[in-house]
């Protein structure tokens, strides 16, 4: 027992340190409050979401197309004009003047000849210098230097009008999903705690560790692209942790004052007990998201820094602002008013009978009947997860995003005239090896096959070259040929084609030895992105599944436990998924919840929602086990240790579950398909795993297990460094008289 009691000691030593300097820990963190505000509201002026994927031929081809070419797609902005004739030369004249004069609205903004797009469009790029989150700020500068010019309709479109007009959808969005968390997580609070003061201390801690992270990623976002996704992230994960370690902290320290301690010795005695299990949960959080961060793909990286920055900050705060609140609010801060009892749970104190409850009557219903149980929630689970054998990913689809800002009309009228593949068709990079090696006859014949190899294939809608202009750079090494597909870059056709290019269509035009092919451009940079992604997914899975083992086996000190609970939520998350391809895929929920109907998931979406479910559906998992280990430390009886865990527990993490399930369904309420997506797989996991998981699927298997659930052997435990716990004998279901 020596580690566990190093570690207890180690707790007590740090928390009695912050009950001697309790004031200014909280003013220091009252502080991080203030300027993490203060940040969040300067935030959005650093986002974007670019996905570059670094090491593969399409950020090959950008790169050359960039430096050779002038080519900067990303902060190049796209005028596009509605007229009633786009052949009519005046016409033409009149608006190229206007788009060269607006064009300097933009630092360095230049504009280019407007090119038709159908009988009556006309549209052109203004590029400048300029990366995606500097060009962005430009959006209506540009906009109002084009006016209303006589005869036309005048759109700004391309990536950054794009995203400057969906900065504050995110943040319309974030408003709606704070709507809905915040007054369910209130209610919640008053169920738990009645009317009291105590109903302050969660909103705080969660207002203290959302800011405290908004800062910190206010920093970085200096240093590293940072999505725009990642606000509402952390906003809304954010509540749903902070308020959830807290709701865990101060029910436990109201127990302890039950119980008849003083105010300090309860403070202590919760940070050992209920504080542990809030630290031990926090790294099972950051270990799923913290793996996220060797992801090779800039877009995940960052999501990944958001993300992990919630439990790192979460457990900051656990350690030092939540013991510091307790003391600074007391016995009288934390006491219930005596009105207004209906609206709380009651706090059940430590010599009540636990036998005769909803959950000890339900934990020994399970234990008699333990195979059926487990048995039936496996099937349901299983059943759930049936559905991801539909599941399709893309890199991206605009079609996921609001369509009413003047940036996506525009972008779907050049769509409806060109076609949804030339807004981002393929583009073909050759290397001729040498200067004028571009235009060496036997290139150049090459090139001729190739653009006849890409006229047949059913998916191009027209593929374009020439020996001059844009096609060729100005030395003659490089040529482009640029492909415009049917279907929009993300979708399944145009990646099938994107696969196809490279392995058939380019080989097959037999380019000379020397000259360099490479496909790049939107179709192939998704397919990059996805294959990147998840060539590394499994590895990441193996890494969150191991060193969330050792962490559970050292927590519940028990070889099998932290093997059930890596299992079970396999589980949730297979589940989860088959969730999103129900509602997204198949509609259903559509007409009722507003979502999106959508064929395909946003790529990201899988991964970082399993780094982020199995953290926290671990949460429940260490709370019940480690109240359940308790127990089982005082009685050394297994069914007793399960029922006494389960009344301990089930009420507070039924609350605290529905705390999540209200901040998770805050990312469904907005209009961005991607958080839609993510909202949902988060709120069904952590749905099934505080209910048929947790509530009725572990104790039934604990109830199996026995007494190995309790088995730590010498060798394991001094990899882990804690006491062993050897195997002993267990009284048999029902337990005896008491």
């Known amino acids: 027992m020596t580690t566990n009691l190093a570690a207890t000691n180690l707790a007590g030593t740090c928390t009695r340190w912050v009950l001697r300097h309790r004031w200014p820990v909280a003013i220091a963190w009252l502080a991080i409050l203030v300027v993490g505000f203060w940040a969040s509201a300067r935030l959005s002026d650093l986002q974007s979401n670019v996905f570059s994927v670094p090491g593969t031929d399409s950020e090959r081809v950008r790169t050359v197309l960039e430096q050779h070419f002038g080519d900067r797609s990303d902060g190049a902005f796209t005028v596009v004009f509605r007229v009633a004739d786009s052949a009519d030369p005046r016409t033409v004249s009149r608006l190229q003047a206007v788009v060269d004069r607006a064009a300097h609205a933009v ?70 999903g704070e709507a809905i968390a915040l007054p369910i997580a209130l209610l919640v609070l008053l169920a738990v705690f009645g009317l009291s003061l105590a109903v302050t201390i969660p909103l705080l801690f969660a207002a203290c560790t959302v800011f405290g992270t908004l800062g910190i990623v206010y920093v970085a976002a200096h240093y590293m ?125 430590a010599g009540d009978d636990v036998e005769h409850r909803f959950w000890a009557r339900l934990a020994r219903s399970i234990m008699r009947h333990k195979w059926w149980y487990v048995a039936g929630i496996s099937a349901v689970l299983v059943v759930g997860a049936i559905p991801v054998g539909w599941l399709q990913l893309t890199p991206g689809a605009t079609a996921g995003i609001p369509q009413y800002p003047q940036s996506v009309q525009g972008l779907n009228a050049l769509e409806g005239a060109l076609g949804p593949g030339a807004i981002a068709p393929a583009q073909v990079l050759v290397d001729g090896g040498r200067p004028g090696g571009a235009r060496s006859p036997e290139v150049e014949a090459a090139i001729t096959r190739l653009v006849g190899e890409l006229a047949r294939d059913p998916e191009v809608a027209a593929a374009y070259h020439a020996d001059n202009g844009r096609f060729v750079d100005r030395t003659g090494r490089w040529a482009q040929v640029i492909v415009a597909t049917r279907h929009e870059y993300g979708s399944e056709d145009a990646q099938d084609f994107a696969r196809r290019l490279r392995s058939e269509l380019i080989p097959a035009a037999r380019f000379p030895e020397g000259a360099d092919v490479r496909a790049g451009g939107a179709p192939p940079q998704g397919v990059d992105f996805l294959d990147r992604a998840y060539g590394a997914f499994p590895w990441l899975v193996l890494g969150v599944l191991a060193l969330t083992y050792l962490l559970l086996m050292r927590a519940f000190r028990s070889m099998v436990l932290p093997l059930k609970a890596v299992i079970l939520n396999l589980l949730s998350v297979a589940a989860a998924y088959g969730a999103l391809v129900l509602v997204f895929r198949f509609g259903i929920g559509e007409d009722a919840f507003g979502l999106y109907q959508f064929p395909q998931i946003e790529g990201w979406i899988p991964i970082f929602l399993f780094a982020m479910i199995f953290g926290l559906s671990m949460d429940y998992e260490v709370f019940l086990v480690s109240r359940m280990r308790e127990a089982w430390d005082e009685t050394q009886d297994n069914g007793r240790a399960v029922a006494i865990g389960l009344e301990r527990t089930g009420r507070i993490i039924t609350a605290a579950a529905i705390v999540m399930v209200a901040a998770f369904s805050g990312f469904m309420a907005g209009s961005i398909v991607g958080l839609q997506e993510f909202g949902c797989g988060l709120a069904v996991a952590i749905f099934l795993d505080a209910t048929l998981v ?24 001094r990899l882990v460094r804690v006491a062993p716990s050897p195997l002993v004998e267990v009284p048999p279901w029902p337990p005896r008289p008491v």
């Open 225 to 349: 692209t940072t999505p725009t996704y990642v606000t509402n992230l952390v906003f809304l994960i954010g509540i749903g942790i902070a308020i959830d370690y807290s709701l865990l902290i101060v029910y436990r320290f109201r127990e302890e004052l039950g119980r008849g301690l003083e105010v300090e010795e309860a403070v202590l005695r919760t940070m050992e007990t209920a504080g542990r299990a809030v630290i031990v949960s926090g790294f099972t959080v950051a270990i799923g998201l913290a793996l996220l961060l060797f992801m090779p793909l800039p877009f995940m990286r960052a999501m990944g820094v958001g993300g992990f920055l919630i439990p790192i900050v979460s457990i900051l705060a656990a350690a030092t602002l939540q013991p510091a609140l307790l003391s600074i609010y007391g016995r009288r801060g934390t006491h219930r008013a005596p009105v207004a009892n209906w609206l709380r749970l009651p706090v059940r104190q």
């Open 107 to 176: 630092p360095s903004g230049q504009g280019e000849p407007l090119v038709p797009a159908g009988p009556h469009v006309l549209y052109g790029n203004v590029i400048s210098t300029l990366d995606l989150a500097q060009a962005k700020g430009h959006t209506d500068e540009l906009l109002r230097a084009l006016g209303h010019p006589a005869g036309a309709r005048a759109y700004v479109t391309g990536a950054p009008a794009i995203q400057h007009d969906l900065d504050p959808i995110f943040n319309d969005d974030l408003q709606k």
């Open 694 to 717: 947790r509530g009725i699927l572990v104790p039934a298997l604990m109830a199996i297990m026995g007494r190995y659930n309790w088995w730590l052997p010498a060798p394991m435990a």
